[in-house]
């Protein structure tokens, strides 16, 4: 089913579509940022809960060196809610039935989770994606946070079983915080080529820590695109629309 853009986000898509000239960001009203996250790939992100959602949902907020590009919803699960991309305007959400929901829980559980879910667009086709999670048993420590390695494999197709994307590597996981980070992985847009990736992340900051509610990435980025858009080849594109989207980093 498509759905219109959610009018609560108009102002905040708005108020963020152009380069960001300050250097912190508000959540929208009603919302409070709960940590920043300086990762890989020249990416930081704002991660906040509102008042008005669902017990357990959660948000986050992308910049790169334009500014705001990329918003996404999980719920308690980490099942995506929904996302808006500010580049192309598309949203997209999870659709109405799953064969296969994904589960954190069952992630926790049993050390393997496999999902099987669709999307929905409000333009461009619906699609299914198909893959699971799996904890290596491996632990890391990042900026004092200790987080769980995962492995992960997954494609996208059509509805018609066109294949669109594959993805596969390694993510990292806070039980605590219910939440998926990026890390090391390979993504194929149906070319059959893959493509490195990392969006690893590398500063973990809380309330009243220096650099919270940044807008500005401080990794990767190329100090002469400053006031210009960050460059996001295919690979870049094809893994945020399929695990941005999914996942909470």
């Known amino acids: 089913m498509k759905r219109p853009l959610t009018l609560a986000l108009l102002p905040v898509l708005a108020a963020f579509a ?5 250097r912190t960001w508000s959540a929208p009203e009603g919302c409070e940022i709960n940590m920043t996250v300086q990762a890989k ?12 959602d669902a017990k357990g949902d959660q948000w986050r907020a992308d910049f790169d060196q334009e500014g705001l590009f990329f918003q996404s919803r999980i719920n308690f699960e980490t099942q995506w809610v929904e996302s808006i991309s500010l580049g192309d305007g598309e949203v997209q959400y999870l659709g109405d039935v799953a064969e296969d929901p994904a589960s954190f829980s069952e992630l926790l559980d049993t ?3 496999t999902f099987d879910f669709t999307l929905t667009r409000n333009f461009g086709p619906d699609s299914r994606v198909i893959g699971f999670d799996r904890l290596t048993g491996r632990s890391i420590t990042i900026d ?6 995962t492995e992960f494999e997954a494609t996208e197709a059509d ?6 994307r594959a993805s596969r590597g390694h993510e990292y996981i806070s039980r ?5 980070f990026a890390g090391p992985g390979q993504t194929d847009l149906g070319d059959g080529q893959w493509v490195p990736i990392d969006g690893s992340p ?6 009243g820590e220096p650099g919270f509610a940044a807008t500005r990435p401080l990794y990767d980025c190329d100090p002469l695109l400053t006031n210009a858009p960050a460059p996001q080849g295919p690979a870049q594109q094809g893994l945020e629309r399929l695990w941005r ?4 980093e």
């Open 111 to 113: 050390g393997l989770d």
């Open 176 to 180: 605590d915080k219910r939440m998926f």
């Open 41 to 52: 790939g020249c990416r930081v992100s704002n991660h906040y809960i509102c008042s008005n």
């Open 245 to 248: 989207a999914r996942y909470g």
């Open 18 to 22: 152009g380069p960001s000239a300050a």
């Open 144 to 149: 004092g946070v200790v987080l769980e390695e």
């Open 159 to 164: 509805l018609d079983g066109n294949p669109l």
């Open 202 to 207: 590398i500063d973990f900051i809380f309330p």
